[in-house]
C-alpha cells in the first residue's frame, strides 16, 4: 500500500522492488549490507519532492545513495526506501566568464570530467574512484590530495539545491551551504550544484626523501609560504615502493606551477595518478580496511610509528594533517582506530562517517546535525544511524 504509491510517482523503469534489484542495492563498497525495501530513481525536482512528501507521512527511512563507492555504509539500510540519485544526471549552464557549471548530483566523476576537458576546464578535487556521483562527493565533503590548494566542497560549491526531509526546495549559498555539504544526506538530498571549475594547467612535482615524517613536517612548513602548491603527500618506504619509488620514505609535491624538479608531463601524470590509486592498489594486497585520521602536527610522528608497529602502509595528505593506513581485516582496524582515540587523535575527516564510523564522530559535528535535524528533517526521515 504504502509503496504503491510511490510506484505511480516515478516513471515504471524508475521503481524497483524485485528482489534482484534490492539485493544489488543492498551493500556499498565498505562491505556492509543490508536488503532495502524499495528503490526509486527520480528524474526531476517534483518526483522527488513527491517521493519525499509520501515518506514523511509513512515515516519511511529514505537513503539518497549515488553510486554506492563509497566506504562508510552511508548508503545502505535494511528496510529503507532507496532513491537512486543517478537520474540528475544533466550538466548544463557552462560559464566560461564565471567559471562555473550546473551539475545534476547523480552526474559520475568521469561523465564530468569529459564534459570540461571539452572546454579546456576540470573540477580541481579528483577522487580515486571515477563513478562516485558528484551529489555523494559533496555529500561526504570528500577531500582529496588537491585539497591543500583548493580546500574542500564547502569551497567549490557556489550554490546547492537541495530538498530537505519534509519534501521543502532550498538554494543554498554562502554560509547556508554549511547545512547540506558533508552531512551525508541527513539534512537534504542535493539535487543540483553550481561547481567552480579552472582551467587545466600542466603540473610539476617535486620528490623528497625524508627520514622520517617530521623531516617531511619542516619540508609542510616551508612549502605553506609558496603559492601554486596542489599537494604534500607523504609516503613510508612501502607505500613508496608502491608507487616505484625507492624503499625509503618520500614526501611528493605538486605543483600547478612550473617550481617542480619533475617536469616531464608523462612522468609527473603517472606518479600523481600511482598516488591516486595507492588505496586501491592496497586494497588488492589486502589492505581493505582504511583507516584515516586528521592529526595535529606532534601526533603525526605517533600515528606513524603506531602503523609501523602493526605492520600497516602509512601515508597521506600530511600538509592538511590527514593520515591513511590500512588495516587488513575489521578486528584490525577496529583496534587500530580506537588505539587513535586514546592519543587524542580525530578517526575519520576525508570520507564521512555512514555507519560504519558511528562511534567515531565528534560530539561537536553530532550536536550541529541534530540541531539542523530539527528544522529541516524533524520527522527523522533522512538517512537514520548515519551521524546522529
Ligand atoms: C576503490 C575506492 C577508492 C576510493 N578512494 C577514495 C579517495 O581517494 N578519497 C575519497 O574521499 N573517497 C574515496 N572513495 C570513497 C567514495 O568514492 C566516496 O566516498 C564518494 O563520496 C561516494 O560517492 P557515491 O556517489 O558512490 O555515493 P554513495 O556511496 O552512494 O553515498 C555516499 C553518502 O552520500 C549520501 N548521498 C549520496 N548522494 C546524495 C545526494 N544526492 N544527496 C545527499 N546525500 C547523498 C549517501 O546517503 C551516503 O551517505 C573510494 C572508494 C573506492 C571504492
Not at 585539497?147 to 526546495?169: P, Y
Not at 575489521?330 to 587513535?340: C, H, I, V
Request: with cysteine; net charge neutral; glycine share 10%.
Amino acid at each position: 500500500m504504502m509503496h504503491r504509491a510511490l510506484r505511480r510517482m516515478v516513471a515504471l523503469e524508475d521503481y524497483f522492488e524485485d528482489e534482484e534489484t534490492r539485493r544489488a542495492y543492498s551493500y556499498d563498497a565498505s562491505g556492509a549490507e543490508g536488503l532495502p525495501a524499495v528503490i526509486v530513481r527520480p528524474r526531476h525536482n517534483e518526483q522527488l519532492r513527491r517521493i519525499l512528501v509520501h515518506a514523511n507521512r509513512y515515516k519511511l527511512k529514505v537513503i539518497p545513495r549515488g553510486s554506492g563507492t563509497g566506504t562508510r555504509a552511508g548508503a545502505v539500510r535494511k528496510d529503507a526506501l532507496i532513491i537512486d540519485m543517478r537520474g540528475f544526471d544533466t550538466i548544463t549552464r557552462l560559464d566560461t566568464q564565471l567559471h562555473t557549471v550546473d551539475v545534476g548530483a547523480g552526474v559520475t566523476v568521469a561523465a564530468l570530467a569529459r564534459a570540461l576537458e571539452k572546454k579546456g576546464y576540470h573540477f580541481p578535487l579528483v577522487p580515486a574512484n571515477s563513478v562516485a556521483t558528484i551529489g555523494g562527493l559533496a555529500a561526504t565533503n570528500h577531500v582529496t590530495e588537491e585539497s591543500q590548494l583548493f580546500g574542500d566542497w564547502n569551497d567549490l560549491v557556489e550554490r546547492a539545491e537541495s530538498f530537505d526531509g519534509l519534501g521543502r526546495f532550498h538554494t543554498s549559498k554562502g554560509k547556508e551551504l554549511d547545512k547540506v555539504l558533508g552531512k551525508e544526506g541527513t539534512t537534504g538530498v542535493l539535487v543540483t550544484l553550481r561547481l567552480k571549475i579552472t582551467k587545466q594547467r600542466a603540473r610539476t612535482l617535486d620528490v623528497f626523501e625524508v627520514d622520517n615524517p617530521s623531516a617531511a613536517l619542516s619540508h609542510v612548513e616551508r612549502l605553506s609560504h609558496m603559492r601554486g602548491v596542489l599537494s604534500i603527500e607523504y609516503l613510508d618506504a612501502a607505500a613508496s615502493q608502491l608507487l616505484g619509488l625507492d624503499k625509503e620514505e618520500h614526501l611528493l609535491v605538486a605543483y600547478t606551477s612550473d617550481a617542480g624538479g619533475y617536469k616531464d608531463i608523462v612522468k609527473v601524470e603517472s606518479l600523481l595518478a600511482a598516488r591516486k590509486r595507492l588505496t586501491s592498489t592496497l586494497w588488492s594486497q589486502g589492505y581493505t580496511h582504511e583507516i584515516e585520521a586528521s592529526l595535529e602536527e606532534e601526533q603525526i610522528e605517533r600515528f606513524a610509528a603506531r602503523c609501523k608497529q602493526a605492520g600497516q602502509p602509512c601515508y597521506g595528505h600530511i600538509g592538511l594533517g590527514i593520515m591513511l593506513t590500512a588495516a587488513k581485516d575489521t578486528k584490525a582496524a577496529e583496534s587500530f582506530r580506537n588505539g587513535l582515540v586514546s592519543i587524542g587523535a580525530m578517526v575519520g575527516g576525508k570520507h564521512g562517517y555512514g555507519r560504519l564510523l558511528h562511534d567515531y564522530v565528534p560530539d561537536q559535528v553530532r550536536k550541529d546535525v541534530r540541531k539542523l535535524k530539527e528544522e529541516r528533517d524533524y520527522n527523522e526521515v533522512l538517512n537514520p544511524g548515519v551521524i546522529v
